[in-house]
């Protein structure tokens, strides 16, 4: 063991300090015990810093701006949040269980109930997950508008339908060597549709994609049991709220390409639903075709909307 002055040298700067400050009866504790006291004095006193809140903001999906007042090496989370988003505690439901007698030790009632019952927490709703549908080159406004379009409740006379793609591939309304026109549109009849703008606008419209995809007729004699069961709607399917859908589409591409609405002569209208797409030029120094930018630019945006309207009436259901 060591004594006078050598022990005295091996003791740290904070147990040297305590000697010093606290009273005579707090030199009884362990040594243990008066550096864990000790060190809670210092965080306590010191070791306050200021740190962004960790909480989402509602409205617009943006990390709050506030700040608050936490230990450096904070490990409660509930320290990490401003008033405004504070944690809730979760409603949790317990499912009843059946309880079996035995002649075993009686076990406390309060440890029994809680390491039998499972306990259950309510799922948060599909629109927390921005990350999954919203496109993060968007800009803040977008982004907004999108997600108050996804708030909004789902209305019965939403329709289930079809998203169609059609080009402009010449004509004398614009030019389309430099730029591709997309035009997206929802119907329940594809058919009737196009048909109507080929009589209505004197233009036979060059359908890229139909989704979901349109049966063929052999692939219709083999799904059908009888011949009236081509006019029962169950036979081919549609997309899930196809207004809904189809307004999501909108506003995402209405975000990252401009509009190009025509002046129809014809039907004497402005069409308003076409998106213009710069041709990028590839390796080669031509300019990139109408397929390879639908597959790269268009395409995806409404896969994935067609997807959400999917999992949202899933959920709703």
Known sequence: MLTGHKWFQTLPWYALALQAVVPPPFHHRSFST??????????????????????????DGQRC???????????????????????????KLALPTTTTTTTTAAVPASASSTSSLPILTPCKPLYDGWELWINDKLSRKKRKEIRQEMRKPLSQRDQDGYIYAYILTHGPRVPTSKYAYFKIGRTIDPIRRMYQVSQKCKYVPEI?????????????????????????????????????VERLVHLELSGLYPHAGFNCKECGTKHREWFRIARQRKPGGSYATDHELWMEHIRPVILRWIQYGIAVTAIQS
Do not use: W
């Open 34 to 59: 008066t550096i864990s006291v000790l060190r809670s004095n210092v965080v306590k006193q010191s070791n306050l810093v200021s740190r962004q809140c960790r909480g989402v903001r509602v409205y």
């Open 65 to 91: 701006t506030r700040t608050v007042k936490a230990d450096v090496i904070c490990t409660d989370e509930s320290q990490l949040y401003c008033h405004s988003h504070q944690p809730k505690a979760e409603t």
């Open 208 to 244: 890229v994609e139909l989704f979901p995809h349109m049966p063929s007729a052999s692939q219709l004699k083999k799904r059908l049991t009888t011949a009236n069961a081509i006019h029962h709607p169950a036979t081919i399917p549609k997309c899930p709220v196809s207004h809904r």
